[in-house]
């Protein structure tokens, strides 16, 4: 059975539990088909207001992109608040924003009331690469401190990135002091044992091979079958062949990231003095922080064929001593990667099929904080109070042109033009 990605955050990963597979029916209030940080919270959110919960991974608890991830906390969507705001107008827009803050707050609150031993650290820089970047950072960076009073964000000029971090690569950046980062995994498996706790169930190595719609929802399983009232599809870019209506809004594009042997803590704070997540702001982007243990997590490259970049860890290796040349002959220790659901406007895509079949997917990348709110809101909609849930569903999306296969060729297109676009 394929246990988690081999990856840094495996290898530091504490209080994994072995959940059952299931094999046996089962009546619940609510069935959450998927383990990340968004199935977890629903599950958590749910069990403690006491509905009976079954939650359902083909893998095992974090297996998919919320134990994988470069675990940077961010204010805002990955779309940019301006695009949002074309979609969705100003009020439902400025709603949107401050579910997005109140991601953040959520996660440090549940890190500290459950207790979670998960590396929290404050501080995230988007960095420059070209002098256009510094102009888009300090209009983007006016605009949310006139329109909506956000103001835990500074410009840094070269010098005062400089101040922090030993490269030449940047020109400056925006830093925010309210966005910080995680040890994904160990995230993600903290806010399952408080789900666990709180009395939800979970099933590991558990797919739903087809579900069935109606008043009383249907999941089959290979060796079992899960009724419930309310069914939550929290599979995102790992989601396949169960909902195609659905499927078709989100694209899976694979991104990596490589973990260096660890550096000791005076050459690590000697790269980002600190201690901030830091990612540039390209389309196909670097994203980098230190571990707790003081090895540098260096993310970035992309690929859109479901299949990894030939000589994955030697060209992660050039991007990361391309920003820090210093780290010439450090030995990279682990290199993986994993799925994101992007969608066509970047946008998330959150809605219901058939009243009470709900589903939050489509984060394109930035969804460490905002999978958590995604599970609360619609633990919030069965609860009765679905209005937070439904603002999502004012935002349209589109269809990834053909099937699954076909949607590559589309995006390659699209993506190619913001690659070109990066370049100058
Ligand atoms: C390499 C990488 C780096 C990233 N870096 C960042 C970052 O720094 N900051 C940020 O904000 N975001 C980042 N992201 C994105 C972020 O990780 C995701 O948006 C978020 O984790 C999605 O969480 P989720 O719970 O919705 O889905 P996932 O964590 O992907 O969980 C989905 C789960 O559903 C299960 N599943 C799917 N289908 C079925 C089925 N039929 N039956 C049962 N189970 C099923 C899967 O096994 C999986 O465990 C990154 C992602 C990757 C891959």
């Known amino acids: 059975m394929q246990s988690h990605a081999d990856s840094y955050y495996a290898a530091s990963a504490h209080s994994v539990l072995d959940h059952p597979a299931l094999h046996d029916n089962l009546e619940v209030d609510v069935c959450i088909v998927g383990a990340g940080i968004t199935g977890c919270s629903a599950a958590l959110n749910l069990a403690e207001r006491g509905y009976k919960v079954a939650v359902l991974d083909s893998h095992k608890v974090g297996w998919g992109a919320s134990g994988r991830s470069g675990g940077q906390m961010i204010f805002g969507y990955a779309c940019e608040q301006h695009t949002l705001k074309k979609l969705v107008g100003d009020t439902v827009g400025r709603q949107l924003w401050d579910i997005s803050i109140e991601a953040l707050t959520q996660m440090r609150q549940r890190i500290d009331k459950h207790n979670i031993h998960c590396d929290l650290a404050n501080g995230h820089l988007h960095a ?32 005062q990135v400089r101040g922090q971090m030993s490269t030449e690569a940047y020109l400056g950046g925006l830093y925010d002091s309210a966005s910080g980062h995680v040890h994904p995994l160990n995230y993600t498996l903290g806010l399952a044992q408080a789900a666990a706790e709180a009395g939800a169930q979970f099933f590991e190595y558990t797919p739903a091979t087809r579900i069935e719609q109606g008043e009383h929802p249907v999941v089959h399983t290979p060796h079992g079958v899960v009724r419930c009232r309310h069914l939550l599809l929290c599979g995102n ?54 571990s707790a243990d003081h090895r540098l997590l260096f993310g970035g490259r992309v690929s859109y064929s479901g299949l990894d970049p030939v000589n ?113």
Do not use: C
């Not at 790269?271 to 994203?287: E, G, H, K, R, T």
């Not at 030697?314 to 991007?319: E, I, L, Q, T, V």
């Open 128 to 159: 420059a690469v070209k002098p256009r970047h510094m102009k888009e950072l300090e209009s983007w960076a006016n605009s949310l401190r006139q329109d909506y009073g956000y103001d835990s964000l500074e410009m840094w000029s070269k010098e």
């Open 237 to 290: 870019a790992y989601l396949e062949g169960i909902a195609p209506d659905i499927e078709r809004k989100i694209m899976p594009v694979g991104t990596y990231i490589t973990a260096t042997e660890p550096l000791g803590e005076e050459r690590a704070r000697q790269l980002i003095a600190n201690n901030m997540a830091v990612a540039d702001i390209n389309f196909v982007l670097d994203y980098f922080r230190l």
């Open 312 to 424: 994955l860890a030697d060209s992660m290796g050039k991007r990361l001593r391309h920003v820090f040349p210093q780290l010439k002959g450090v030995k990279q220790a682990y290199t993986w990667g994993g799925y994101v659901g992007i969608t066509m406007n970047r946008a998330p895509h959150f809605g219901r099929l058939n009243g009470n079949v709900y589903f939050a997917q489509g984060f394109s990348g930035h969804g460490i904080a905002l999978t958590g709110m995604a599970g609360s809101l619609m633990a919030d909609a069965i609860a009765g109070s679905a209005e937070r849930f439904d603002l999502f569903s004012r935002i349209p999306h589109h269809d990834f042109p053909g099937g699954r296969l076909l949607r590559t060729p589309a995006l390659v297109l699209a993506m190619t033009w913001y690659r070109l676009r990066d370049l100058l």
